[in-house]
C-alpha cells in the first residue's frame, strides 16, 4: 500500500515534468524514460505511455509521427493549453515547496 501511494504522488509530478519537457522540445516515450531514469524515477513503458495517451486526451499534448531510420516514433509537444497547465503547475509547485521547505 505505502509503495502504491508514493507513486500516485510522483506521478503528479512526472506529469509537470512531462510538459516541462514537450515545451521545451518535442520527446518520443523512451527518450523520456531514459530522461526520468537520469532523475531516479525508474518509470516502464506500460506506466508511461498509459500518462501520455491520458494528456494527449485531455488535450495537454499532441503527437506527431516522424520516420527516423525507417523506424516510425512518436514526437509529443505541449499544446497551448498544455502550457497554461505548465505554467500554473509550475507557480502552484513553487508555493507549495516554498511552504514546505521551511525549516522547522
Not at 68 to 89: F, N, P, W
Amino acid at each position: 500500500m505505502k509503495k502504491r501511494a508514493i507513486r500516485k504522488l510522483y506521478l503528479g509530478f512526472i506529469q509537470i515534468y512531462i510538459l516541462y519537457h514537450a515545451k521545451v522540445e518535442p520527446f518520443y516515450g523512451l527518450c523520456m524514460i531514459e530522461e526520468l531514469k537520469d532523475h531516479g524515477y525508474d518509470i516502464s513503458p506500460g506506466t508511461l505511455y498509459p500518462i501520455l495517451h491520458n494528456m494527449e486526451k485531455d488535450g495537454l499534448l499532441e503527437k506527431h509521427e516522424k520516420v527516423e531510420s525507417g523506424r516510425a516514433r512518436k514526437y509529443y509537444h505541449t499544446t497551448e493549453l498544455g502550457d497554461e497547465a505548465l505554467q500554473e503547475g509550475k507557480e502552484k509547485a513553487k508555493e507549495l515547496f516554498s511552504e514546505i521547505s521551511k525549516e522547522e
